[in-house]
T-cell receptor, first 109, second 113 residues
Framework: DAKTTQPNSMESNEEEPVHLPCNHSTISGTDYIHWYRQLPSQGPEYVIHGLTSNVNNRMASLAIAEDRKSSTLILHRATLRDAAVYYCILKGSWGKFQFGAGTQVVVTP | DTEVTQTPKHLVMGMTNKKSLKCEQHMGHRAMYWYKQKAKKPPELMFVYSYEKLSINESVPSRFSPECPNSSLLNLHLHALQPEDSALYLC????????????FGQGTRLTVV
């Protein structure tokens, strides 16, 4: 199974950008890179996903390395509401959708 | 409607009880998932249903029995659980394609006494 590796935690000041890295060196050609976040006492929430090209949406941007072995989630201006655990997940055609350890993002006012 | 609804929100059960968790979605999704999440840990995949058929069982003990009666509904039947089974149980759904995002419910907080 393709696995992901993320730092345990990252800190940011409010209104500063946050760059969350994810390594997925065993990614296969058909795996999509998904990012979810989980706020305390809530279910995970979709953030963004991509295959090869960089992606932007209202929540974040996703930068994917050319060899696809790593990606970076970018929160452009962190707010206190962005404090959560962020998960990088590979979703493939085999149906598994497995979470890695995730990164705890701490936002300081 | 982009919601995945899980009931009940909280459940306390004895080790000899039989109970069921329910998950419902009306987005036409054909893949549905059960996860177990312990405190301060990531969700662990338990089961995957694809087109109402069980496609993945992550070696889950038989005291957990999933059921998918139709494309909108997913149940998890619980019997003879242990205290260590106490956790947050999350349900998710998506289209059965890698490009499609998953939607998660808010979970059922289960306590086994």
């Amino acid at each position: 199974d393709a696995k992901t590796t993320q730092p345990n935690s990252m800190e940011s000041n409010e209104e500063e950008p946050v760059h969350l890295p994810c390594n997925h060196s065993t990614i296969s050609g058909t795996d999509y890179i998904h990012w979810y976040r989980q706020l305390p006492s809530q279910g995970p929430e979709y953030v963004i996903h991509g295959l090869t090209s960089n992606v932007n949406n209202r929540m974040a941007s996703l930068a994917i390395a050319e060899d696809r072995k790593s990606s970076t989630l970018i929160l452009h201006r962190a707010t206190l509401r962005d404090a959560a655990v962020y998960y990088c997940i590979l979703k493939g055609s085999w149906g598994k959708f497995q979470f890695g350890a995730g990164t705890q993002v701490v936002v300081t006012p | 409607d982009t919601e995945v609804t899980q009931t009940p929100k909280h459940l306390v059960m004895g080790m000899t009880n039989k109970k069921s968790l329910k998950c419902e979605q009306h987005m036409g999704h054909r893949a549905m998932y059960w996860y177990k999440q312990k405190a301060k840990k990531p969700p662990e995949l338990m089961f995957v249903y694809s087109y109402e058929k069980l496609s993945i069982n992550e070696s889950v003990p038989s005291r957990f029995s999933p059921e998918c009666p139709n494309s909108s509904l997913l149940n998890l039947h619980l019997h003879a659980l242990q205290p260590e089974d106490s956790a947050l149980y999350l349900c998710a759904s998506s289209q059965a394609r890698p490009a499609d995002e998953a939607f998660f419910g808010q979970g059922t907080r289960l306590t086994v006494v």
